[in-house]
């Protein structure tokens, strides 16, 4: 083996060690996390905490049966109203968007998309909170839609991209006026990455807290109502971790490995959703 | 030349294609009047002026970035998607022009087809391939889309291959066999004119062979362009052949004349393989 030949191993060994070692290093994090999680909240998960309320301070027992809801309701709110309008906006910028408005559109989406999420609560607060006399669920929901809406918009053009020109020519060149062309071929062809785009996206949210503080504020109560306070499982993390009871720092834990669980869900499903997508059609 | 009249038998007369435009066989199929075209500020085409024969094997031969592909996006009007682009001249289509105000882009490529030089199939079942322009268009209530579906894939030589699975997806396909599903996908609209981009540039020699002796086939019913680089191709199946060079048409004329006796010097060097 010569020098040169000698060298080019022991540098290629070198550095695919350390790529191992960093990839290590970043799952490591996401095992501490979960394992610390599980360590400590697994044990006070029962059927009680799911389907009970918070009992008032200084009693043990009851659940957060009111925060899973809540989180349910504002999440499932704000999915209704950010993914059709972040989708839209996606596919209008990858179809549509090569002049000076797309550029404009891509251009708001990419500040808002750096914007602290406590930025969006305030500007909530500002324009729902206060002229509705109240915090609700609903301003909730939007603010978290509105978190989401240039997530949802970047990922989606992003997928719509990756179609490859030869398939909007060929419907095209079958007779498809433009606009089918883009919702029934490329869209279509896209919807695997736009689906995950989106389940990314709601888990994403699903974990705002800063938003919520200023808009559901919170609620010790089970409500479906949504013109009134709701209760979220990060708000639920926030109040209970921050508090003074021991017995509210085993619920925090809890909420946050119950949270974590739904987030994990969300992703699992995204990545079943691709894998059904490409059996089917690829 | 009266190749175009010899090449429909008589019998052919009584298929449904026919019955529409029964008195039209003599006359060419595409008209094109000192045509040019510009992509922004560079201009591709340079007046070009020709005329492609019915039921015959058209071939344009060239080096590549001399505008064959250009010439035939300009005839189903693929190219007004580009900004920027602009034309002068005319191209007419059975006597009407494809770009005056009454002539819609869509129903334009319902009666010109076209086959890419990448095989493209949409990522679905063979037969809805195949159903995919019948159904946009109309052309058949669904519960005739079998039968529709079935005379297109054995025009395209693919029927006996995929007859047992027709609900496998499309991509599953091998190259060859994709590019004759775009063909039967193309050919199941009923277009007049099949414009074909180097459809065998992706293909093995075996795959292009099927398509060669496809097209001999095809031309029996339909008017078929092909963009192509291999010169041998151009003499194996077409009637008549057009060389491109730099935007410019520079001859045109029967295949067997074209390749034995070229009245252009370039055609010449081209065609001995002194460049390109």
Not at chain 1, 221 to 232: A, G, S, V
Not at chain 2, 132 to 149: F, Q
């Amino acid at each position: 083996m010569s020098g040169r030949s000698l060298r080019r191993h022991v540098t290629s060994g070198l550095m695919t060690g350390l790529v191992a070692a960093l990839s290590f290093t970043a799952v490591l994090a996401l095992v501490l996390i979960l394992g610390d999680l599980i360590a400590k909240g697994a044990s006070s998960l029962n059927w009680d905490f799911f389907t009970k309320n918070p009992v008032p301070t200084g009693q043990t027992g009851g659940g957060v049966a009111n925060a899973i809801v809540g989180t349910g309701v504002i999440v499932g709110l704000a999915a209704l109203f950010g993914l059709p309008v972040g989708v839209g906006t996606g596919l209008y910028l990858a179809e549509y968007g090569s002049g000076r408005l797309g550029w404009v559109v891509r251009f708001v989406a990419d500040v808002l998309n750096g914007t602290p999420s406590i930025v969006i609560g305030i500007f909530a607060w500002t324009w729902l909170v206060r002229p509705m006399k109240g915090y609700s669920a609903l301003a909730g929901s939007a603010a978290l839609a509105a978190l989401m809406v240039p997530m949802i918009a970047r990922t989606t053009e992003e997928m719509v991209r990756l179609v490859p020109h030869s398939l909007r020519e060929a419907a095209l060149a079958l007779g498809y006026p433009r606009w089918r062309t883009s919702l029934r071929v490329v869209a279509r062809t896209a919807l695997a990455g736009i689906v995950t785009g989106c389940l990314v996206g709601v888990a994403r949210i699903a974990g705002e807290t800063a938003p919520l503080i200023f808009t559901a504020l919170g609620n010790q109560n089970f409500t479906t109502n949504i013109t009134q306070p709701m209760q979220t499982l990060p708000h639920q993390i926030y109040e209970y971790a921050t508090g003074p009871f021991e017995e509210w720092h085993r619920l925090a834990w809890a909420s946050a490995l119950v949270l974590m669980g739904l987030v994990l869900l969300l992703g699992v499903t995204a990545r079943w959703a691709i894998r059904q997508r490409h059996g089917a059609a690829r | 030349m009266t190749a175009a009249v010899e090449l429909v038998p008589q019998e052919a007369a009584s298929t449904p294609r026919l019955v529409h435009h029964p008195t039209r066989t003599a006359t060419p199929v595409i008209d094109v009047r000192s045509y040019a075209f510009w992509y922004g500020g560079t201009q591709a085409l340079f007046d070009l002026t020709f005329t492609i024969p019915r039921r015959a094997v058209t071939a344009l031969i060239g080096p590549s970035g001399c505008g064959k592909s250009t010439f035939l996006r300009s005839v189903n009007r693929l190219n007004e998607l580009i900004p920027g682009t602009r034309h002068t001249g005319d191209i007419l289509l059975e006597g009407v022009s494809v770009f005056s105000r009454g002539m819609d882009a869509v129903a334009l490529r319902r009666e010109v087809g076209m086959v890419f030089q990448q095989p493209n199939p949409f990522p679905k079942s063979i037969f809805d391939n195949v159903a995919y322009g019948p159904r946009l268009n109309a052309l058949a209530p669904e519960r005739d889309m079998p039968e529709r579906v079935e005379r297109a894939l054995r025009q395209a030589a693919l029927w006996d291959e995929v007859k047992d699975r027709l609900e496998a997806p499309g991509t599953s396909l091998s190259g060859g066999q994709q590019q004759r599903l775009c063909i039967a996908r193309a050919l199941a609209n009923e277009p007049e004119v099949l414009l074909m981009d180097e459809p065998c540039s992706a293909l093995d020699p075996a795959a292009t062979q099927r398509i060669e002796e496809l097209l001999v086939e095809l031309k029996q019913s339909y008017s078929i362009v092909i963009v192509t680089h291999n010169m041998q191709q151009a003499s194996r199946v077409s009637d008549f052949t057009g060389f491109f060079y730099l935007g410019h048409l520079i001859e045109f004329g029967d295949t067997k004349q074209l390749f034995t006796r070229p009245t252009d010097e370039r055609t010449e060097a081209y065609i001995t393989g002194r460049f390109g």
